[in-house]
């Protein structure tokens, strides 16, 4: 702890000092009956008309009143009107107060400080999501502003046991981190692995949540084992099953764990649509996942490899199509897959005004080019495009480079050993998958190992009234969700 000099200007030059003279450094100096009080603020992140109307108005009105009070620090302390106020002695907590957005007013003679708070609205409002859109259900989104976020919560989960503990990491940035549980639903030992994780972070900056994802993690893999959303609701509703969510200051999307593979085929508009719909559309999306992966390698395995497993009218059609093409189907897969990976990247960087169009030219003027000069066969085109279609119902883009990587694993087992090198990594893909466990979590849970009490609504979504449960694989204290109606 540094102690805070008496003198005010000392203080002051020493501030400046310190920031290098830079230009958003103000300071003002108010004589009152010949003793100074000096008032510090950054206008870059302080709302210069509150600190006018509240403080320097509450400091010109403690000099006609300062004899109602022992000396002019009491009197500033209960003249100042303002929701935060507190006070510090120590000069190294003056940077952070300063940055986010605090006036600090010191007094001669005084070794304490008084911090005010006086941020400046440097966030966007609650908008909608656009990472996560839904048909059905909340528009409201996170923002920057980590007072708004929690906000958000506190409004859908009125319960005083939601709690909120809260550090700061990063020695330059001191980001705030707040993690949020339910006092007697999330699983203590959970909570305590993941602070000590935290707690042992020591690096610059956090300028995100993303920068916190190799640090909770026990195991690398191309999978997220921790899941982002910016939508309040998915939020709220995983707190409710038990998990652990860290919210970060300045980043509109949070981290939630432990998580499982089957989370990543759920939508928070699953809780809003009637059970039978929402069973079907999952039951798509895993038909989608499997696509998605396995199709360009079984292509390439039955007509490289396997080509007695193909009907002869079958057969007799693709080899018309391959006629004049000059490559093996395996480069025709990987160049095409190549090419729409290169597109969805540019789409997704590029401004949304130019997007639709790139990828219109991209799908059609090229694919139809590429038949035409003879560099690819039609029936190639035709699987990528369906594989890159199904890869679109995954919006998390973690997942969907994690299911990027092992398509391209598979694509090259295929070339090499036809089905049985598919069958092969098959196998080794799920023995990975069924490896991976992060806070004590199975990251296939609730299948391996086997839950019947979480079946409920994992693929095949049960009624509401009937999900009694929470699942066990995340927390074991106050399982019940629901009681039974009598």
């Not at 969805?344 to 139809?368: C, F, H, K, T, W």
């Amino acid at each position: 702890m540094e102690k805070i000099d008496t003198n005010v200007k000392k203080v002051i030059d020493k501030i400046k000092k310190m920031y290098g003279n830079s230009p958003d450094v103000n300071s003002r100096i108010i004589n009152i009956s010949g003793t100074n009080v000096g008032c510090l603020f950054l206008e870059s992140s302080s709302q210069a008309s509150t600190i006018s109307d509240f403080i320097i108005k509450g400091t010109l009105y403690t000099s006609s009143n300062k004899n109602l009070f022992q000396n002019i620090f009491e009197a500033l302390k209960n003249n100042l009107f303002n929701s935060q106020l507190f006070t510090i002695n120590d000069f190294s907590q003056f940077p952070y107060f300063l940055s986010s957005g605090f006036t600090i007013i010191i007094v001669d003679g005084s070794s304490e400080a008084i911090i005010m708070e006086t941020r400046a609205a440097l966030d966007r409002g609650v908008t909608e999501s656009t990472s996560e859109p839904i048909l059905r259900g909340p528009k409201d989104s996170f923002t920057e502003s980590h007072s708004k976020n929690l906000g958000l919560i506190r409004k859908r989960i009125k319960d005083p046991n939601l709690w909120f503990d809260e550090l700061k990491l990063g020695k330059r940035t001191q980001t705030r981190i707040s993690l949020a549980y339910i006092n007697g639903v999330a699983d203590p030992k959970k909570l305590k692995t993941v602070k000590q994780r935290l707690q042992k972070i020591n690096i610059d900056g956090i300028l995100d949540s993303g920068n916190l994802r190799e640090y909770l993690i026990e195991e690398k893999s191309v999978f997220p084992q921790i899941q982002s959303s910016e939508r309040p609701d998915v939020v709220s509703q995983a707190l409710l099953n038990g998990k652990i969510v860290i919210f970060v200051e300045n980043c509109p999307f949070t981290l939630i764990l432990p998580t499982v593979f089957i989370d990543y085929l759920h939508t928070s508009e699953d809780q809003y649509q009637k059970s039978s719909n929402i069973t079907f559309t999952r039951i798509l999306r895993i038909f989608a996942l499997i696509i998605t992966v396995f199709t360009p390698a079984i292509y390439i395995a039955i007509t490289t490899f396997d080509q007695n497993t193909i009907p002869d009218k079958l057969l007799i059609s693709l080899a018309i199509q391959r006629e004049g093409v000059p490559f093996p189907t395996t480069f025709e897969i990987i160049l095409l897959t190549t090419i729409f990976e290169i597109l969805r990247e540019s789409d997704l960087r590029s401004p949304s005004s130019m997007s639709a169009a790139m990828s219109i030219v991209g799908a059609l003027v090229l694919g139809q080019a590429a038949v035409d000069a003879g560099i690819v066969s039609p029936i190639t085109v035709i699987v990528v495009a369906f594989t890159s279609i199904c890869s679109l119902v995954f919006t998390d883009i973690d997942f969907m480079n994690g299911i990027r990587t092992w398509r391209f694993i598979f694509i090259l087992a295929a070339s090499i050993l036809g089905i049985i090198g598919i069958l092969s990594f098959t196998i080794i893909w799920l023995v990975k998958l069924a490896s991976l466990e992060n806070l004590q979590t199975s990251f296939l849970s609730p299948f391996a190992p086997f839950s019947k009490q979480a079946q409920n609504d994992a693929i095949i979504k049960a009624s509401e009234p009937n999900i009694i449960t929470r699942p066990s694989y995340i927390s074991k204290l106050n399982p019940h969700r629901q009681r039974r109606s009598k």
